[in-house]
């Protein structure tokens, strides 16, 4: 069966490699490096880096030919070789050719099984008691995740770093499940969520320096602010649909950038607001010292003072913003506009002949994604004490709305898998150096090639309805 096909998979093996070789020269074959003050920057290369790269790239494209036309045993002796030569102690050129090696043969391992094995698995869950364990099986993922995220700040990796991680990682949980609600559940495209949670950090950076308004007053006042301007947005899309709703929110997103960027007098400009005050705990404030008139948590505790205590409040703050995001989308979808929601998403055609008006459906969809979006942004200033146009830009919308693509639409535990995987890994790959953004656009690759709907596909539904008892009246 192999005989015949064995030239073009040869050829078509070569072909990747002499491609991956043009794509790769430049990006692994060579490295700047700082050679001196006087004489600048010099050229480090690394071509046998790139020549065991290759190699590692013909032997797997050979192996996902060999896997399309069914034979899965070869393949898994060829993934299991390569495991074995990237986790063994032979010398390779640099450390990261151990792991590319290695994760090459186990990705060649579950491309030979995953047919296979996700087909046994539909099999399963196709049935009523599959179903039923598919549901409480991601019902125990996110209690387990919630009780993780509870006590993280109590064990004993939780360092500065990690809690800095895990309160950006819950930021953009919370922006990608209000989020979530426009795209996800209105099936609404919008490209400019940003600008909301730009509305809601200038807020609060502007009224707290300016009129001296603590954290928790100017909170709700954030969230209104940006809910009106997400109804402000809704108004002009109400007759468009899909890459013409994308363009015009696209849009918006910029024009809210450009005006916080050149109102110079009220925004401050470039320069951005700096000394914003963080939140503080029932008056306290998080410092060893503490203005006149008021007390440190440390004081008021009768604790020692310690620089993550301040951390640790914020992570928890986050927290329960994210979940309270949650917990209200959830309650929401089961609501009678959260079932227009869906309908308008599925079809907004037969929306109307339903008489669902589908111009306070998306306006509600909009402002209450907005909504949450601008308690993020506020949270946010309060926790970097400094703010400016750059964090604003298209690629944070470019971000949130990738988190819940991959995560799958509509999925709330997609996207909190999303938000680790996309925010996390950059940072956990930061070891590898210049190879950092290669393991992550890898990532990106294989969620696309093995879960194309997204982490977490599936989506419990709204409302069941269940069907007549025999002999029953309805």
Known sequence: ????????????????????????????????????????????????????????????????????????????????????????????????????VALGGVLLVIRAVWPWANQAFATAVATPGGRALDHLATK?????????ALVMPTLPFADQKTMDLGVLILTYVMLGWGLNIVVGLAGLL????????????????????????????????????????????????????????AIVTLGFGEIIRLVILNWVDFTNGPAGIGSIPGPTLLGAVFAETAPEGKQTVAEMLGIPFDGNQRLVFLYYIILVLALVTNLFTQRMRRLPVGRAWEALREDETACKALGINPTSTKLTAFAIGAMFAGFAGSFFAAKQRFISPESFTFIESAIILAIVVLGGMGSQIGVVLAAILLIGLPEWFRDLGNYRMLAFGLAMVLIMVFRPRGLIAHREPSIRLHPVAPGGSG
């Open 140 to 148: 125990w993922i996110g209690v387990l995740m919630l009780c993780f």
């Open 1 to 100: 069966m192999m005989g015949p096909r064995l030239p073009t998979m040869l050829k078509d093996a070569g072909l990747t490699t002499v491609v991956a070789a043009a794509l790769g020269v430049f990006i692994v074959g060579f490295r700047t490096v700082d050679i001196g003050s006087r004489t600048g920057l010099g050229f480090d290369y690394e071509f046998t880096d790139l020549a065991v790269a290759l190699v590692v790239i013909f032997v797997g494209r050979f192996g996902l030919s060999l896997a399309s036309i069914g034979l899965r045993w070869p393949v898994i002796a060829l993934g299991v070789a390569m495991a074995v030569i990237g986790a063994s102690p032979l010398e390779l050129p640099s450390g990261f050719l151990h792991w590319f």
């Open 190 to 245: 919008d490209l400019g969520y940003v600008a909301f949670y730009a509305v809601g950090a200038y807020a609060y950076a502007l009224l707290s320096t300016q009129h001296g308004l603590g954290f928790w007053a100017v909170l709700p006042l954030a969230g209104m602010l940006a809910a009106s301007f997400g109804v402000l947005l809704g108004f002009p899309v109400l007759r468009l649909r899909g890459d013409y709703l």
